[in-house]
């Protein structure tokens, strides 16, 4: 896959997740008649909206829902498209733009914790390669937690390049109401400009400081049944 503008270039790019893949983060949380349905997962914003009904209409039937479900996650779905191509055709800037990516997030019975800084110039970047490669390292057994690290990862993604775009549009402005402004976007570590291209290769994007490893060294705990349980209400108390 050919390469966006190179990191030195303070000239804008057209939207898009800093990803190979251009994927929409959707999440679901609907409630209907005191049963609840809650989901996440990624959305090719290529493909044609009435593939959204068909999701739906299966989701449905596959989980045994309520035929009332169809609406609301049809609904819920193209609300996300619509407000991720709403995005498309407008500047982002990328340029050497290094973000620290959190993680903190229960899976079934594992409980994840890590801290890490990610390249936003770097557009052939895999967020699911990286949860494979964290699940293997770190002995990770059960299989969804690799889909739920790389949703999380795409969805603080998709957000910071939300925030590019509104950066993009004040330093337009600020242009035009300060002669000889020049915006940069540029983020600088320890003075030093990082090229996580040249140093991890076009689909990793990630790096840990030396010095923060002690701090922010993954986390990973298997709770019980009853550390479940308890989570699982203090949620739905919280949800309330």
Known sequence: MKLLPSSSSRTP??????????????????EIDG?????????????PDSEVVVFAKRTVKDLKLPPAFITQIAQSIQSQLTDFRSYEGQDMYAG?????IKLDLRVNHSLIKDQFLWDMNNFES????????FCRDMDIQDPEVGPAIAFAIR????EIAIQSVTSARESRLSK?????????????????????VKYFGHKSSVVRKRKDWDVFEPIVDILSSEEVGALEAREERNAR
């Open 126 to 133: 895999d967020p699911e390669e990286f949860a494979r490669t």
């Open 155 to 158: 969805e603080q993604l998709y």
């Open 176 to 196: 035009k109401g300060r002669r000889g402004f020049d915006y940069s976007p540029a983020i600088k570590s320890s003075g030093i400009s990082l090229d996580l």
């Open 13 to 30: 790019v057209k939207f898009r997740i800093p990803t190979a893949d251009n994927l929409v983060p959707i999440r679901l949380d609907i």
């Open 35 to 47: 049963q609840r349905f809650k989901d996440a997962f990624t959305w090719n914003p290529a493909d």
């Open 96 to 100: 050497e733009k290094i973000v620290p």
